[in-house]
């Protein structure tokens, strides 16, 4: 059982992480995963280490941990040895088993290589604010008559690989979190509920603080639906990350606007995303406890 938790206030779980390093948190892992020094910069740990009331030690055993060690579990870099993805098409490449350089290749699904023709998620060209990646997912480009929730999920790790592999190659010249964009117009076929567990367990456990900001929509009763039994698979700061508009998501619509006229904008529009009346957060129908957690 994965149990979502963002943190604890209690003194036992450690000191509080101001106190705290990077390179600590980097120190207390490397032996045990002596990848970190590849995949963590110390700009992605200090943002872990900075998350409200998280203490040190949740940090390094629940998020980088756990992240790393759920990459090994996942076969993260046999399923990279096999795609190169290609930025002007939008789409993952197969690269033949002899030249993946890997004894034991791993052998892609018929549903995986659907996939990575599909642009059913791909990465923009253009950055976002703070020049932060951008990912744009568009749901009916998923056939799910073809689509294995395990090949789905595939598919979204080595999109989001390729994602972080340019961020970790500007060194430092782009934010260590990226936004994505839904689009979830046109025919939408629902996914598994498998499907749905996997994202939540992306979003927490295998990309913890990865994500900056999700932007769904346009908003219609399947796409709040789908919301609804997401939602309660995450922990309100993951669901804080997720904006539900009413117009197909764009780069543009992230931008904040302000009312005309109005020297600056009020509490509940200074965080709005796209017009006024396109904002559509349900949080009033969401549980006021906590989630149960991925189970």
Known sequence: MITVDEGSTSSSRGEKLHHESPSALRAGLVKDFPEITLLCSDAYLTAVLGVPNRTFEYARDEKIGKALAWRRTFNV?????RFRYDMEEGVLNLIP?????????FEPSPALLKLAKSRALRILPERGEDGRVVLLAE???????????????????????????MIRNTSGGSPESIIVLVDASGPLQAPPVAALQGMAMLLQRAYPDRIHKICLGP????????????????SKTSRDKIT??????????????????????????????????????PDSELSTQSPPGIR
């Open 77 to 81: 870099e046999a399923l990279r040895s």
């Open 97 to 105: 088993a002899d030249e993946s350089g890997r004894a034991n290749s």
């Open 139 to 165: 749901t009916q480009l998923v056939k799910w008559r073809e689509v294995t929730a395990e090949a789905f999920l595939q598919h979204h790790v080595l999109v989001l690989e390729a994602a972080f592999d």
């Open 219 to 234: 908003v219609n009763f399947v796409v709040r639906s789908l919301y609804n039994v997401v939602t309660h698979l995450l």
């Open 244 to 281: 539900l508009v009413g117009v197909r998501p764009t780069l543009a619509s992230l931008r904040p606007r302000s009312p005309s006229g109005s020297k600056s904008a009020s509490s509940s529009t200074a965080n709005q995303v796209g017009p006024p009346e396109a904002k559509i957060r």
